[in-house]
């Protein structure tokens, strides 16, 4: 079992940078492949980046691919995102969430077992 917590939302122009993190407790976090999911208002939430449990292997939506990196510091118990180069339509709530079921994480938000509150990002014009 594992606690999320996200930080590092905010309000940026576009082309602007944030980046997110994600502490989470306990001593199980390195066994739990970790994705990051949006929800925009009236959107399906969606998967943005996932990592696989020693941060070998990672997955980028296609929308975001290029421009967000998704790491690991299992030693922290730490999930980052770094999200360059951001424009209007990457406004929505990003959360963090754990998949206890695969390594590699998996892209249907319903596989995931724990999960952050989330973290409001939004870009202006």
């Known amino acids: 079992q594992v606690q999320l917590v996200e930080s590092g939302g905010g309000l940026v122009q576009a082309g602007g940078s944030l980046r997110l993190s994600c502490a989470a407790s306990?001593?199980?976090?390195?066994?739990?492949?970790m994705g990051w999911f949006r929800q925009a208002p009236g959107k399906e939430r969606e998967v943005v980046a996932r990592?696989?449990?020693?941060?070998?292997?990672?997955y980028y939506s296609d929308s975001v691919k290029g421009r967000f990196t998704i790491s690991r510091d299992n030693a922290e118990n730490t999930l980052y995102l770094q999200m360059n180069s951001l424009k209007p339509k990457d406004t929505a709530v990003y959360l963090c969430?754990?998949?206890?079921?695969?390594?590699?994480?998996?892209?249907?938000?319903?596989?995931?077992?724990?999960w952050g509150q989330g973290t409001q990002v939004t870009v202006s014009s």
């Open positions: 306990g001593r199980t976090f390195s066994t739990y492949a």
């Open positions: 969430a754990a998949d206890r079921g695969s390594p590699v994480g998996r892209s249907n938000y319903r596989s995931y077992d724990y």
């Open positions: 990592i696989s449990r020693g941060g070998l292997s990672t």
